[in-house]
């Protein structure tokens, strides 16, 4: 019985979500979390999970009001703040696109890189995949099929 060892080329995705923005005057950029697999579905399900925690961190719930009716705090409701890009949103508005994630799935099936990049006052905030051929070696016995 004899050990061979064997080669072969197989693609890994590689994710990460990354924000950034203003700090002290200069500009951050934060590695949120980042990702491996070898299945597109699992990376896509891990950028849509990913993409909903950054989400419910920016405005945890965007359906409830954060004042209370009559309130007479400093809070000022003003016209401008709904007419702003909303990263939240958007982000939300991603997850809830099936076509848009089946064409995600697509591009990176072919090979191509996908990123997703969304902005607002707050700053940018990217997820990014990156199709990656990587060799994997493995060692099989020449024999494999025999039991002794």
């Not at 950029?29 to 597109?40: A, D, E, M, P, T």
């Not at 359906?63 to 309130?71: E, F, I």
């Not at 890009?85 to 799935?105: E, K, T, Y």
Request: with cysteine; hydrophobic share 45%.
């Amino acid at each position: 019985m004899s050990i061979t060892t064997t080669t072969r080329t197989t693609r890994v995705f590689c994710a990460e979500v990354v924000a950034v923005g203003p700090v002290d005057g200069g500009t951050v950029r934060v590695v949120l979390g980042s990702f491996r697999s070898s299945y597109v579905g699992l990376v896509v399900r891990w950028l849509v999970v990913q993409a909903h925690r950054v989400a419910d961190g920016l405005d945890p719930a965007p359906d409830v009001r954060w004042v209370r009716p009559g309130h007479r705090g400093v809070l000022v409701s003003s016209p401008v703040w709904d007419r702003l890009p909303s990263a939240p949103g958007a982000l939300r508005a991603w997850c809830g696109d099936r076509v848009g994630r089946r064409v995600v799935c697509g591009r990176l099936r072919e090979g191509l890189p996908v990123v997703v990049e969304v902005a607002d006052h707050t700053g940018a905030y990217a997820l990014r995949v990156v199709p990656v051929r990587v060799r994997r070696t493995g060692r099989a016995l020449a024999d494999a099929g025999r039991i002794p």
